[in-house]
């Protein structure tokens, strides 16, 4: 099957099912979401276009990082992890540039409710992908997450992946 | 409550009564024994270069300007209108010869005079002689090699003094760039709902270190076959006032200077030269400590220094026995080149930080010992005595005579304060 008549709800549908697969902790699944040059980043917050070399981010995961993450958070000893919580995510005003473009930029709004020991911690932000078409199916080369918060407070670690 | 602490030599058995972690009264003596009176760490003048920089600063339960006056001098401002008392800054950072009070247009030069007021007319001539109409400042404000803290104690002892033996190790941090260190952007500002002194206590802890974070070792000896090191051997120090630190060998690449395989071949030569480089300095048994050593350091009472994989400067402050608000900076050399700080970087996050693979789980281990202090009527006292057989000149980086060192100096402030409350009784 090839995905030359892309559509909306195409792009809409994956960014859909990329939040489920976290949601379901189906973390190797989501890794390979990702191109071979894969990028997920976190930047400071209040410093969404932040230099790398000059501020500190939360995430700068190329794209054997981001598969050692989804590897760590699936272990028993990423204790922050274990048991896993419980996350709801929620995507919001989504915004597809243009389709036909080699590299199709999405815009949207998250919130990512995170769930353990009776706390629920709420992270929301926006969310930049890059999304390229590669062997007859969609796949992230960019993730760029612009946490819409003033702190890090009460969350205190960004243990899962937003 | 009866004591704080059982230190008895004798049993080899050092124990903390776990009533400090969730009492209220304890925070309370605490914030006016301790936080009141300690010198405290605001922040690094490389924060505020220029003149006019300024930041916004939360430290010891106060609001504070940190900025960097027209003058030249640095200052800590008390971020209150003294006519009503508003915040007078509301931005986190920026630049500016002058803050402006919103509530009643009051303005204050960057050194916290006050140049302007409107209606004039209805206060007196001379309103403002003696001064008391500007912003105050904290009267102490210290600084050691680049680290600056306040103390709002006016009969506090010098910072140096303060800082005594841990200047030594402090000095080794620092010595490691020959331009000296910055402090990068992006501030990490997170929170643990557990009590402070757990982070004090977890920050020269080495005994947690492959239980609690083995998934990052697990990648790093993935990344590194060889990597035999991860033994983590070293001392553990008591340097005085409640100051501690570990010191001990790196089972990671530390970017100066100490290469390891997932770094190229040419990072490899700058690496060596820098070592070279460091031993014309120092001498080789200097910069063997500086480039191969890993210190963790915690001066008492809040401040934490790491270095690491990479170097990080940690301070909290407790808003509840439960749970602290936790500032965490990265310090670099400066000058460095855009290919060692990336690195720099990644090995910072690969490991610390909110988004790191180990501090988060630091995190949940505080806050599992914070939930289950729930237990503290039925089991009450900690036990760490780790060590304690060996003997205090003798102790390993993953012995618990730094801890103890910390609580002896804690006790002895906050004893004190409970025994002189039953005195008064």
Redesign the interface.
């Given at each position: 099957m090839t995905i030359k008549t892309l559509e909306r709800q195409d792009i809409v549908d994956f960014l859909y099912t990329e939040a489920k697969i976290l949601d379901e902790w189906r973390l190797m699944d989501w890794a390979a979401l990702f191109t071979d040059d894969g990028t997920y980043i976190?930047?400071?917050?209040?410093?969404p276009e932040?230099i790398?070399?000059?501020?500190?981010?939360?995430?700068?995961d190329n794209r054997s990082?981001l598969q050692?993450?989804a590897e760590?958070l699936l272990?028993k000893?990423?204790?922050?992890e274990y048991p896993h919580s419980t996350t709801t995510r929620n995507y919001h005003n989504i915004l597809v540039g243009d389709i036909e473009s080699d590299v199709i930029s999405v815009d949207c709004n998250f919130t990512t409710h995170r769930t353990k020991?009776e706390?629920v911690d709420t992270f929301i932000g926006k969310i930049k992908y890059e999304l390229v078409r590669e062997n007859d199916r969609l796949a992230i080369q960019r993730k760029k997450v612009v946490l819409n918060l003033d702190?890090?407070?009460?969350?205190?670690?960004?243990?899962l992946i937003l | 409550m009866e004591r704080i602490i059982q230190d008895n030599l004798e049993k080899s058995e050092f124990l903390v009564n776990r009533r400090v972690f969730t009492d209220k009264e304890i925070l309370a003596r605490e914030r006016a024994e301790i936080f009141n009176k300690c010198w405290l760490f605001i922040g690094h003048e490389t924060e505020i270069p220029e003149a006019g920089d300024y930041k916004r600063k939360k430290v010891g339960g106060r609001n504070l300007l940190f900025v960097h006056s027209q003058d030249g001098e640095i200052r800590a401002l008390f971020n209150t209108c003294p006519h009503r008392g508003a915040l007078v800054c509301r931005e986190d950072s920026g630049n500016s010869r002058v803050f402006r009070c919103f509530y009643h247009a009051w303005s204050f030069k960057n050194d916290g005079e006050l140049v302007g007021m409107p209606g004039k007319d209805g206060f007196p001539e001379g309103f403002n002689d003696e001064g008391t109409k500007n912003m105050k400042a904290v009267n102490r404000l210290e600084s050691y090699r680049g680290f600056m803290f306040v103390n709002f104690d006016d009969n506090a002892i010098s910072l140096d003094e303060y800082l005594g033996n841990a200047k030594e190790y402090i000095d080794l941090v620092v010595d490691q760039s020959e331009y000296g260190m910055e402090a990068l952007g992006g501030v990490q500002q997170y929170s643990v709902r557990a009590n402070w002194k757990l982070l004090a206590e977890n920050s020269v802890d080495l005994y947690h270190g492959m239980p609690t974070h083995k998934t990052y070792f697990d990648i790093k000896q993935a990344q590194d076959p060889n990597l035999k090191r991860v033994k983590l051997e070293g001392k553990g120090i008591n340097l005085g006032n409640g100051h501690s630190v570990i010191e001990y060998v790196a089972p990671w690449g530390r970017p100066v200077a100490q290469w390891t395989p997932i770094w190229d071949e040419e990072f490899k030569n700058d690496m060596e030269k820098m070592k070279t480089r460091l031993a014309e300095r120092f001498g080789e048994d200097r910069a063997d400590r500086i480039a191969n050593y890993n210190r963790n350091i915690v001066i008492f009472p809040n401040l934490v220094i790491n270095d690491i994989m990479a170097v990080t400067a940690r301070t909290f402050y407790p808003s509840s026995p439960g749970y602290m608000e936790v500032q965490g900076y990265s310090l670099a050399p400066k000058g460095e080149s855009d290919k060692h700080r990336l690195a720099r970087n990644n090995n910072f996050l690969e490991f610390l930080g909110p988004g790191g693979f180990a501090t988060p789980d630091d995190n949940e281990a505080l806050e599992l010992c914070q939930e289950a202090y729930n237990n503290n009527s039925e089991v009450e006292w900690n036990d760490i005595s780790k060590g304690m057989v060996r003997g205090e000149g003798n102790a390993l980086a993953t012995d618990e005579l730094q801890m103890r060192s910390f609580w002896r100096h804690y006790n002895s402030i906050i004893q004190e304060s409970l025994n002189k409350e039953v005195a008064h009784r």
């Open positions: 976190v930047p400071p917050i209040g410093e932040a790398p070399t000059k501020s500190l981010f939360y995430i700068h990082r050692e993450r760590r272990k000893e990423a204790h922050v020991r706390v702190s890090l407070r009460p969350h205190g670690k960004i243990s | -």
